[in-house]
Nanobody
Framework: QVQLVESGGGLVQAGGSLRLSCAAS????????VGWFRQAPGKGREFVAA????????YYSDPVKGRFSISRDNAKNTVYLQMNSLKPEDTAVYYC??????????????????WGQGTQVTVSS
């Protein structure tokens, strides 16, 4: 049973940085592509970034491109999301998800089989 646990969320001022972690257990993590999604209050969950099994390629949504960076350490079964130049509109619950289907990076929620519980990121203006 694959389990994902996010950490690293918190309260930060606009322009600041946070690094989220997604730690996996119960599966062969290096076989999974991993995505980060977020859900702001009153909105649906949206794709943020994804990383392939080996760490390349990566893919980002337009709102975060150039500010966020996704990476992974398969030896530690962990994926990271470095978030820089944070804006109030980045406020959301951030979720990581794992896709064991294949190597193609996915931006749709339905393609990911395993999800973490989420971590809150709040950016104050």
């Amino acid at each position: 049973q694959v389990q994902l646990v996010e950490s690293g969320g918190g309260l930060v001022q606009a322009g600041g940085s946070l690094r989220l972690s997604c730690a996996a257990s119960g599966g062969t993590f290096s076989f999974a592509s991993v995505g980060w999604f977020r859900q702001a209050p009153g909105k649906g969950r949206e794709f943020v970034a994804a990383i392939s099994r080996g760490g390349s390629p990566t893919y980002y949504s337009d709102p975060v491109k150039g500010r966020f960076s996704i990476s992974r350490d398969n030896a530690k079964n962990t994926v990271y999301l470095q978030m820089n130049s944070l804006k109030p509109e980045d406020t959301a619950v951030y979720y990581c998800a794992a896709d064991y289907h294949g190597p193609v990076l996915q931006i749709r929620e339905s393609e990911y089989e395993h999800w973490g519980q989420g971590t809150q990121v709040t950016v104050s203006s």
